[in-house]
């Protein structure tokens, strides 16, 4: 079936520093794929996501690239803030859904904690 | 509208009762999830709803969980004889269109004693 890895955290960085959560997946065809993003307190929200083989997911300074070739959706910010202190989930959505309900797949999730 | 709703926030229950928690998706969301997610890890699929039609079930949903989702509007997940596993954060899902964002509540948390 299908599955998402992601490194495991939990990840603290200061502030300005590079992120990178890594995150790749075992699925068959060509999922859609997603970040989540949970911050303290609140629900699980879209940070950002891509839906074919090389598209770009961009939002709020964070970016992934899709990679058919290495099956990794890798999540990178070039300078984190404080603010960015959150739960972080890698997810995919099948190419293919008998039922049609293209439910999400998630990784375990990556806790980041950025300190000024 | 002020996105998906789910009551209570907060459960806690003693072993062996029955419990039901509520979801309000989006208004115009055909398309309704639920999942759980225990400490550590991500969020798990249960079910799915298009529109009233329960169309998917994972095979965590034991037979011990039935859902609802009545008129197509909000839906009730109800756990019957409660165990120590079933503690849990319960999440509701919803959105408009496949691989589309999927807006979710703050969760249900669940705690069987």
């Known amino acids: 079936g299908d599955s998402v890895t992601q490194m495991e955290g939990p990840v603290t960085l200061s502030e300005e520093a590079f992120l990178t959560i890594n995150c790749t997946y075992t699925?068959?065809?060509?999922?859609?794929l997603f970040w989540y993003v949970q911050y303290p307190g609140e629900g699980l929200q879209l940070l950002l996501k891509a839906t074919k083989a090389d598209d770009k997911g961009s939002n709020k300074g964070f970016e992934a690239t899709y990679r058919k070739e290495t099956t990794s959706f890798h999540l990178e910010k070039g300078s984190v803030q404080v603010s960015d202190s959150a739960v972080y989930f890698c997810?995919?959505?099948?190419?293919?859904?008998?039922?049609?309900?293209?439910?999400?797949?998630f990784g375990k999730g990556t806790k980041l904690s950025v300190i000024p | 509208d002020t996105g998906v709703s789910q009551n209570p926030r907060h459960k806690i229950t003693k072993r062996g009762q029955n419990v039901t928690f509520r979801c309000d998706p989006i208004?115009?969301?055909?398309?309704l999830y639920w999942y759980r997610q225990t400490l550590g890890q991500g969020p798990e699929f249960l079910t799915y709803?298009?529109?009233?039609?329960?169309?998917?079930k994972s095979r965590l949903l034991s037979d011990r969980f039935s859902a609802e989702r009545p008129k197509g509007s909000f839906s009730t997940l109800e756990i019957q004889r409660t165990e120590q596993g079933d503690s849990a954060m319960y999440l509701c899902?919803?959105?408009?269109?496949?691989?589309?964002?999927?807006?979710f509540g703050q969760g249900t948390r669940l705690t069987v004693v």
């Open positions: 208004s115009e969301h055909n398309r």
């Open positions: 709803f298009q529109n009233e039609a329960q169309l998917e």
């Open positions: 899902a919803s959105n408009l269109r496949p691989n589309t964002e999927a807006f």
């Open positions: 699925a068959t065809g060509y999922p859609s």
């Open positions: 997810a995919l959505s099948p190419s293919y859904s008998g039922a049609g309900s293209y439910q999400l797949t």
